[in-house]
């Protein structure tokens, strides 16, 4: 049976170097490396390993000039566009451009109007894109005056601001994010700035956590944009390892239907019916797989309640019972292996079917 598909608002397309942002591009998936940027070395690894995870578009902090000469060697050695993420200091962004960059982000919050311009003219100039990246934690002071607080009213403001600054500059390649660590506040920042604007969306909670709050607050707050049609970007935030963050970011997209990439590993909670080690089964299974860019449905089915059919509706999956199970393929039974071949057996037919044999 399909899947509803979601209907995406229609926004104007821009590019952050090779990778189309808005229109009727994919949701791209990003991610910030919590690197050193002046580490070189440590800095281009961590991008390979999420370049490898699936990440399409990379950010790195600039908060001094060594970081912003090593973007030359970083841009030099990695796959995916560079995002230069700078505060306060219109400097650093002009010499991050100047080194390279694919894309800044710039937070109106803390960039006065006079040095906005000079960043926006340089950029203009390079025809290099540009994120105005509005954040509850450092909207500017006359807001928060106004409205009692960063609230999703404050957020769109500061935006349509800013956009209309750009505008008037004839500068017309950004995209926006009105993030917050308030889900709800976030959320209803993006709805009203969609309806009021074309720009490209980047959407994220930020600050959202450890990766199972992380899960949960992005999965709630980018999920219901993304449900709405709204959002052309997205970005999951945990605090930790970002290479996490990409396979959260998949697995929301997933969970929509907005885009299909990599394993959808669907297998249930267990209970006492199970006979299997299914957790087990299920950690090394999602081991294995990790960084495959290919989609299959996959079914790991603990017990014959629900698991012959849950495993028959996927791509390929193995309903287990008294320490053996079934192997399904495309809904028809392949054969009966024992528990201990599971992982093996399971992984070899993915690749098979990736192969096309």
Known sequence: M????????????????????????????????????????STVEQIKRLEDAGCEIIRVAVPDMDAAAALVDIKKSIGIPL????????????????????????????????????IISFAKEKDVAIRIGINAGSLEKDLLSRYGG????????????????????GFYSIKLSLKSSNVATMIEAHRAISEKTDYPLHIGVTEAGSLVNSAIKSSIGIGILLYDGIGDTIRVSITGDPVS?????????????????????????????????????????????????????????????????????????????RHTGLLFKKGEVVRKIKEEEFVDVLVDEVKNMIRGT
Do not use: W
């Open 245 to 321: 963050e990409v396979g959260v970011a998949y697995g929301i997209l997933r969970a929509l239907n907005v885009r299909k990439v990599g394993p959808d590993i669907i297998s249930c909670p267990t209970c006492g019916r199970c006979e299997i080690d299914l957790f087990k089964l299920s950690e090394e299974v999602e081991r294995r797989l990790a960084g495959m860019k290919e989609y299959l449905k996959i079914a790991l089915m603990g017990c014959v309640v629900n698991g012959p059919g849950e495993a028959a509706e996927a791509d390929i999956g193995i309903a287990g019972g």
């Open 150 to 169: 960063p609230t999703s009213a404050a957020l769109v403001e500061s935006a349509l601001r800013s956009i209309e600054l750009f505008e008037d500059m």
């Open 2 to 41: 399909e899947s509803e598909t979601i209907r995406r608002k229609k926004t104007r397309p821009i590019y952050v170097g090779s990778v189309k942002i808005g229109g009727d591009a994919p949701v791209v998936v990003q991610s910030m490396t919590c690197t050193d940027t002046r580490d070189i070395k």
């Open 83 to 118: 995002i230069a993420d700078i505060h306060f200091n219109h400097i650093l962004a002009i010499e991050a451009i100047k080194n390279g960059v694919d894309g800044i982000r710039i937070n109106p919050g803390n960039t006065s109007k006079d040095k906005t311009k000079k």
